[in-house]
């Protein structure tokens, strides 16, 4: 599978600055698949460690000297490491904080050695109980597979060449197209393990079944790395976000979780989840005005999960509403079409917010901030109005409303209307 952060990596490389490398993400995004791939293919050997039950590994970082940990890992993985050529990997890195500090000593000792970590940040081990190494390291954060991806997955790598020349109104003719593949990529979502059985075998059930177990093997983690007291209000917030999406008004509301729920006993566990990568917070704005961070509103959010496939597995969608009948577009209040934005903006390092208005029914699904500010109304069907959206735009001059539906490309002057399909393409390019 051909994943965009490889360019990342390859980017890392080359740079005459670069410094140790932490990759960041939730487990199973495709964190150790990616550094193994772009190890065998840029440098001349790998050197992989699993620091995960490893007590050789654990207690090689009695010290940071350097020249000793070169030998120690060489004499792990029988490979002969050599400066610029051979790429170091320490995986499930969070099991040994203190491999993490070392980092800050690579930097400054050996910057000829090209050494990446990875590391999943279930636990939120990584940055407690020893020195963090700031200022002497890179960092990547990898997603689950965007909608590109998956294309390309799915070896449309034609369909992806024509959406990068951005003829969007002509390529239009191909919505019925790109829609089954939209639909398709609802179910599966962008984990890579349930895309690469779904390319392979096309097996619906088995693909769910990944999912699933995904779903589970999380679940499991809450009560690995959290307090039971604490592990439960995780879990309390986590089961809860089919059903804050699922609402007309996606703002998150405590009492949603259970009655008379308030933000003081579950701020830490969002904080959790959120550090953890497994949601995704977006805070609303009150005021439509560039630089949006000025005017951000901490205690009104919606929260989004990590991956759309994980949040259809989690609500037991079944495959005939998303794949054939109209249900995942026309009902659910729209909850996985703003999931597949939100997840798709993300993914391309953009910071999402959304506005409501005080005291007022109008509310905008999200605003981005690039060259300028662009409200951006979301509808899940063809059939759209923008009400909202269009009054923002008349009482912000100057600025252009984006609205994603499933309805044709379209200019209108005050708003541009982009196919649901088209969006992380639409994003990157402006």
Known sequence: MERSAYQKLADWKNNYRRKPLIINGARQVGKTWLLKEFGQREYDNVAYISCDNNPVIQGAFSDFDVQRLIRVFSALTNEQIKPERTLIVLDEVQEVPRAVTSLKYFSEDAPQYHIAVAGSLLGVTLHTGTGYPVGKVDELTIFPMTFIEFLKAMHQDLLVDQMKEHHWKELCSMSSRFEDLLRQYYYTGGMPEAVACYVETQNLLETRAI????????????????????????????????????????????????????????????????????????????????????????????????????????????????????????????????????????????????????????????????????????????????KSLRQVVEHNPGITGWRFSMSGYMEQGWMVNIPLYFVEEWIASH
């Open 211 to 386: 999912q699933k177990r995904i779903l589970n093997d999380y679940n499991r983690d809450f009560s690995k790395h959290i307090p039971a007291s604490q592990a439960t209000k995780v879990r309390m917030v986590w089961n809860s976000i089919p059903s804050q999406l699922a609402k007309e008004n996606k703002k998150f509301i405590y009492s949603v979780i259970k009655k008379g729920g308030r933000a003081k006993e579950f701020e830490d566990a969002i904080q959790w989840l959120e550090d953890a990568g497994l949601i995704c917070r977006v805070n609303r704005v009150k005021k439509v005005a560039a630089p949006l961070k000025f005017y951000e509103d901490f205690g009104a959010f919606k929260l989004f999960m990590l991956d759309l496939g994980l949040l259809g597995a989690m609500s037991d969608v079944q495959a005939k509403d998303i794949l054939i009948e109209n249900s995942i577009f026309s009902e659910y209040k729209g909850a996985f079409t703003e999931q597949y934005v939100a997840q798709q903006m993300i993914s391309a390092g953009e910071k999402p917010y959304y506005y409501s208005k005080e005291n007022s029914t109008l509310e905008l699904d999200f605003l981005l901030q690039k060259s300028d500010v662009y409200p951006i109304e979301v509808k899940a069907e063809e059939n759209v109005r923008a």
